[in-house]
């Protein structure tokens, strides 16, 4: 690719041309703790539980 | 007293006929193709996860194992994820099962969608069902085989850049890979993030234009997503009007089968006896450039993504004495060839310096592919060329070259850099193997691909079902 002549080629950011994707700042249902624990390696209490760093 | 059902031959559509005017139940409708996966799926391997479903009057539908299902073991064909059962399900799942569709299971990809052959999987590969000595293309080689196998009356696959096309190809059979943006990525498995696109595989074009309508629309949890024009579920028998354009580059390239060549030009000529005109057309630099771009964008994206598996928080786990060892640990235990392979090139192109020589310049080679093909559509309707340059090859073949195994996605590629929606639809057969003839429009025609698939389909009179099942 480096052999092309780029200069006044932007580059693609997004390939559909559509600017900000707004939402309705609303409430919503959302994962448990448990739902969100549910496939964890290890876990303390409300924490994932690793090796010291 | 029942209906037979032959799950070889029986079409979503005719299926949902039949149990709507209750010649068939629900019920029995799913176990008949539990019995069919029972007696074939040991030697073909589409499977990865069965899952029991069975309740309801809804469709049976197989899902590919990168999309993920509520308590249903998604995989994603790596071990990093052997036990990694998801909590939620994917938009397009939670779609499908709004319309009484049942999950009959998970079917096998290469590991992380990287792949042209299934053959990366770490379950072992996928076997085509019109020879199983044969890849069933990748990586949702297993949805595709599932549908040509009649294991499932229709699928749902992922393409980043050829994963629907190139299996369907491969295996007889009918793929979409939607324009960017038209399906939910949400609960998906992510890959590289500004390709990836869900899309639905069928046994023909009507059936494939009904499940991309079930799937497809805005979805505020993934805000890549947009409004989508109505799906028109074709019926129309001719081309009158339409314009086809040839790239003389997508069917010259080197490397094409002559039996390949045969049969998509008899496919041509069909299409101007049903009042198409065909035209030659021009795509050069997109075939020049278009696989050293993608796997720029493709594995740096995947090198970011992957960064998720570090053993913390879900998926597996080694052994280490500190954070940092279990990480690296669990990074060489969990990945397989491929996706390291993958994470190494990503992550080098993404490196301080080099970003902008590499990453940059891609990004900038996507732009250039996309006003290329925008400019073949101020001629053309739409677009044609071979799916893959060639028929399914044989197991191992292409294994140890990785390179070989890229330029299978040399047709498929181009289209995915621009956003654009391509349909691949079975148009012959070479040395008794399925051809796939790939038709690509501009953004948001899927409507135009179903309604040229669909007359096409309908004269070429291709047989789906594999002739030694016959």
């Known amino acids: 690719v480096s052999e092309l002549d780029l200069s006044d080629v932007p580059p693609t950011a997004h390939p559909l041309e559509i600017q900000n994707a707004w939402a309705e700042d609303e409430p919503a249902p959302c994962l448990t703790h448990d739902e969100a624990f549910a496939n964890a390696p290890d876990r303390e209490g409300d924490l994932f539980r690793v090796p010291p760093a | 007293v029942s209906v037979e059902i032959d799950t070889l031959r029986l079409t979503a559509e005719e299926a949902w006929r039949l149990v709507e005017a209750r010649q068939i139940s629900g019920a029995e409708l799913f176990a008949a193709y539990v019995t069919a996966i029972g007696e074939r799926d040991p030697e073909l391997h589409a499977y990865l996860t069965l899952a029991d479903d069975a309740g309801g009057d809804g469709l049976p539908i197989a899902i590919k194992d990168v999309i993920g299902t509520k308590g249903i073991r ?85 393409d980043t850049g050829g994963s629907i096309k190139q299996p369907a190809a491969l295996c007889g059979n009918v793929g979409l890979r939607p324009t960017y943006g038209t399906v939910s990525r949400y609960g998906v498995v992510a890959f590289a993030s500004s390709l990836d696109q869900v899309g639905p595989v069928a046994k023909n074009v009507r059936d494939c234009a009904f499940l991309y309508s079930i799937i497809s629309g805005r979805d505020a949890n993934d805000t890549t997503t947009v409004d989508v024009p109505p799906v028109e579920l074709p019926t129309a028998e001719d081309l009158k009007g339409l314009r086809i354009g040839v790239p003389t580059e997508m069917n010259d390239a080197e490397g094409i089968e002559p039996g390949v060549s045969d049969a998509v030009r008899k496919a041509l000529e069909q299409a101007e006896q049903l009042g198409a005109h065909v035209g030659e057309c021009s795509l050069p630099r997109s075939v020049a450039y278009g696989v050293a771009c993608y796997y720029l964008i493709a594995p740096s994206e995947a090198s970011s993504n992957l960064a998720r598996y570090d ?66 559509f101020r001629d053309f309707d739409v677009i044609v060329s071979p799916t893959s340059p060639t028929v399914a090859f044989p197991l191992g073949e292409k294994v140890g070259d990785p390179l070989a195994m890229y330029l299978n996605d040399l047709l ?54 594999p002739a030694r099942l016959r």
């Open chain 2, 74 to 158: 998604t995989t994603a064909g790596s071990k990093m994820l052997e036990s990694y059962v998801p909590v939620y399900d994917a938009t397009v799942v939670e779609r499908c099962k709004a319309r009484g569709l049942r999950i009959l299971g998970k079917t096998n990809t290469d590991e992380f969608a990287m792949g042209s052959s299934t053959e990366n999987s770490a379950y072992g590969p996928t076997h085509n069902p019109w020879d199983p000595t044969r890849v069933p293309g990748g990586s949702g080689g297993g949805s595709a085989a599932a549908v040509s196998g009649g294991l499932a009356p229709w699928a749902l696959g992922s």
């Open chain 2, 311 to 376: 053993g913390a928080r879900y998926g597996l786990r080694s052994d280490g004495t500190d954070f940092q060892e279990m990480v690296m640990a669990t990074r060489r235990d969990g990945f397989g060839d491929e996706p390291k392979r993958r994470i190494m090139i990503g992550t080098y192109a993404l490196s301080s310096g080099y970003y902008d020589a590499y990453y940059g310049t891609a990004q900038k080679v996507r732009t250039m592919i996309r006003r290329e093909h925008d400019a073949v």
């Open chain 2, 412 to 465: 498929t590629i181009p289209s995915c850099m621009a956003g654009l929606p391509g349909l691949s639809i079975p148009c012959g057969l070479s040395e008794g193997l399925p051809v796939g003839l790939q038709l690509i429009g501009p953004q948001f025609a899927e409507n135009t691909l179903f309604r040229t698939g669909h007359a096409l389909e309908r004269a070429l009179g291709f047989d789906v079902v």
